[in-house]
């Protein structure tokens, strides 16, 4: 037996009983009065009834379709609701959601807090989670753990959808006082000194060393950690030299507590890829009201905290 339902039947239907006219109704659904007839005479099989009689020229419904005739209206009007584009504006104030956010260091430490300031203000329903970034995997935004990523762009994915938030560069930190600041930072003077960098992999190496093996330099590598924060807290303590986005010591003359808080930064003595930052999410949530809500805010934040940064930087 098929239990298989013609879902366009019901439209048929409806467009019917509202004309009350074969003619009429296939004028109304872009049909022929020949297709149009093919049709009722399908409804009158599936439902048992004739639905239409003749009465002089015209149409008159029965019983049955009279009475089918307001519930038929309203499936084939939810119908059209999910099939139609949302056209009613989010309401932020009026949102309850949950977002989890992977995000990277240079994001947390720039973004973070102005970001959570925002949405408290604008959506005090809504949670923001936000994760690490241990790799770049893109199974968690497209399973769905994953809402949002904001960092360098680089996962083998073609069919993520990307947004560009901000640019950065990698720039020397070392604590207050450090005598390679005494001096300009030549690469020779750079390289000589001890320093702590961030790797996932183990050899540490990245674009800085390439350009200073093309001087016929290499930096004495003396520590290796597993995040920014962590090497600015030991350059900070130490003779160490981190090398660091720019964004990381984002805030720190204001916010004693800031990761760069009692560092001084540096140019780097050797030109090194400026950093990209975007953000990065799986297309199904592409025209989701809240979602597009959640990436416009992010990138206004991190706007707002750019431009906070330079005049920090130019007072």
Same mark, same amino acid.
């Given at each position: 037996?098929?239990?298989? !339902?013609?879902?366009?039947?019901?439209?048929?239907?409806?467009?019917?009983?509202?004309?009350?006219?074969?003619?009429?109704?296939?004028?109304?659904?872009?049909?022929?009065? @020949?297709?149009?007839?093919? $049709?009722?005479?399908?409804?009158?099989?599936?439902?048992?009834?004739?639905?239409?009689?003749?009465?002089?020229?015209?149409?008159?419904?029965?019983? =049955?379709?009279?009475?089918?005739?307001?519930?038929?209206?309203?499936?084939?009007?939810?119908?059209?609701?999910?099939? %139609?584009?949302? *056209?009613?504006?989010?309401?932020?104030?009026?949102?309850?959601?949950?977002?989890? &956010?992977?995000? @990277?260091?240079?994001?947390?430490?720039?973004?973070?807090?102005?970001?959570?300031?925002?949405?408290?203000?604008?959506?005090?329903?809504?949670?923001?989670?936000?994760?690490?970034?241990?790799?770049?995997?893109?199974?968690?935004?497209?399973?769905?753990? !994953?809402?949002?990523?904001?960092?360098?762009?680089?996962?083998?994915?073609?069919?993520?959808?990307? *947004?560009? &938030?901000?640019?950065?560069?990698?720039?020397?930190?070392?604590?207050?006082?450090?005598?390679?600041?005494?001096?300009?930072?030549?690469?020779?003077?750079?390289?000589?000194?001890?320093?702590?960098?961030?790797?996932?992999?183990? @050899?540490?190496?990245?674009?800085?060393?390439?350009?200073?093996?093309?001087?016929?330099? /290499?930096? =004495? &590598?003396?520590?290796?950690?597993?995040?920014?924060?962590?090497?600015?807290?030991?350059?900070?303590?130490?003779?160490?030299?981190?090398?660091?986005?720019?964004?990381?010591?984002?805030?720190?003359? %204001?916010?004693?507590?800031?990761?760069?808080?009692?560092?001084? /930064?540096?140019?780097?003595?050797?030109?090194?890829?400026?950093?990209?930052?975007?953000? $990065?999410?799986?297309?199904?949530?592409?025209?989701?009201?809240?979602?597009?809500?959640? =990436?416009?805010?992010?990138?206004?934040?991190?706007?707002?905290?750019?431009?906070?940064?330079?005049?920090?930087?130019?007072?």
């Amino acid at each position: 037996m098929d239990d298989a !339902v013609d879902l366009n039947l019901l439209v048929a239907l409806d467009a019917l009983l509202a004309e009350g006219s074969v003619t009429g109704a296939a004028r109304r659904l872009g049909l022929s009065a @020949s297709a149009m007839s093919r $049709t009722l005479a399908r409804l009158r099989a599936a439902t048992g009834d004739p639905l239409l009689v003749r009465a002089g020229r015209g149409l008159v419904p029965t019983p =049955r379709a009279v009475a089918l005739r307001e519930a038929v209206q309203d499936v084939t009007g939810a119908a059209r609701a999910v099939l %139609s584009p949302q *056209r009613e504006a989010l309401d932020p104030a009026t949102l309850a959601a949950r977002f989890t &956010i992977r995000a @990277s260091e240079g994001f947390m430490a720039l973004a973070a807090a102005p970001l959570v300031v925002a949405v408290g203000e604008a959506a005090p329903g809504v949670c923001l989670r936000f994760v690490p970034k241990p790799e770049k995997d893109a199974q968690p935004l497209r399973e769905g753990p !994953v809402d949002l990523e904001i960092g360098v762009p680089g996962m083998a994915a073609p069919e993520l959808r990307r *947004r560009f &938030i901000f640019r950065d560069r990698f720039v020397g930190a070392v604590r207050a006082g450090h005598p390679l600041l005494e001096r300009t930072v030549t690469p020779e003077r750079y390289a000589a000194c001890r320093h702590v960098v961030t790797a996932r992999r183990e @050899s540490g190496l990245g674009p800085v060393d390439a350009a200073l093996a093309e001087l016929g330099l /290499s930096r =004495r &590598i003396a520590v290796v950690v597993p995040g920014h924060p962590d090497a600015l807290r030991l350059a900070r303590r130490s003779d160490l030299v981190a090398l660091v986005p720019r964004s990381c010591l984002r805030g720190t003359a %204001s916010d004693a507590d800031a990761p760069g808080a009692g560092l001084a /930064s540096f140019p780097l003595p050797v030109a090194t890829p400026e950093i990209v930052v975007a953000a $990065t999410w799986h297309p199904r949530l592409d025209a989701d009201p809240a979602h597009r809500w959640l =990436r416009d805010t992010v990138a206004a934040v991190c706007r707002a905290a750019l431009r906070e940064g330079n005049d920090e930087d130019e007072g």
